[in-house]
């Protein structure tokens, strides 16, 4: 039987399963825990997707599955698609995560569509605004690539999706 | 009308998954890192969104075909994606250039897609086309760059829309299938696209310097099975694992 403490002991230990490729980012910090309830005594955790391609959607699912079934729980992880996955789930510690490991927020206002449209985004090291775009992609689906031009330090910024 | 559906989504699953490979084909080939990192996101975009499509053909279906059946192991006469998406890659002028053609159509067919009536591919939509929106943008400045750049890239640019523009047609063709999705309200009509596709194309043309021609001899085939060439070369080289190595897994 699960009771409401194990059920927030197991909530608790999704949570804190890690991006693998943004090890700082818990699940829970970029939004995409959606929600974890219990099933005929089966834990189900909710996880909506980043991207549709992105390669580490279905590692992070086997995390939590594997951290639950560690923990001793019977658990399910269900794919949520709807409504889809936006950066302005991302938590607030999840964006003071992502700047104090070098890699800039995704600005809260939509990207615009426009072609050559250039957008501030500042330096995650030293705040300049006087940054530029090296390339629309990165590492990951879900960064670019921009340069410093006070610091000049190169850093990632995580898209507005 | 499950039938209907099944062969309608079938079509959009096989665009993106064989657009998907001839853009990953670009992997560590690329013109320069920034692009050899752009073309395999691109290729991921659509090879994700193939495989929750192909998921849903499996699931109509119900014969307990999974999406790696659909993708692996047909043959060359049973996909059903429009030819302009296996066209080759040639340089970097005719895959930019291939894919803004698509990602253009794709965009407003994903957005009329909000307002259909299958809920699957409504949640499909909401997340590919903030994907493809970002393909619009960075192949269509790619167009304008090469269009309105030197005299070599002009000409390869120019080259490239005389190649591939008597494909663009078969992107609104709507066979008997498509037809009753669309009366039903499953899907977008093709059609009623057009108006947005060619806008787009229009207005980065000529930012880059290039006439749009005339639709004088279109290309199509590919929705009946009917495929180039280079179509079976590109297969073989996509199903090789499997053909070679039946059930082989990650």
Redesign the interface.
Known sequence: MVTDINLAKARRIAAEVADPELPFLTVEDLGILREVSVEDDVIIARLTPTYSGCPAVSVIEKDVLNALTQAGFNARVVRSDMPPWTTSWITPEGIAKLQSNGISPPEPAGMSDALFATRVVACPRCQSEDTEKVSEFGSTPCKAQYRCNTCKEPFDHFKCH | MSEHLLNTVLQIADDHLIL?HRVSEWCGHAPM??ED??MP?????????A??LYTYVAQLEGKGRTEDDFAYLRGDREYRNCLLVERNNEDFAHTVLRQLYFAAFMKPFWEAMHTCSDETL???S???V??I??H???C??WV?RLGDGTAISAERMHDAVLALHPYTAELFEIDNNRQQCINSGLFPDSQALQPAWTSTINQ?FT?AKLAVPRDEYPQTGGRKGLHTEDFGILLSQLQYMQRAYPGASW
């Open positions: 998907g890192l920034e990192l752009s996101n691109m290729a991921l975009d659509l090879i994700g969104q495989r929750s409504v949640n499909i909401h997340k590919a903030k994907e929106a970002y619009v943008r960075h269509g400045e304008i980065i930012q």
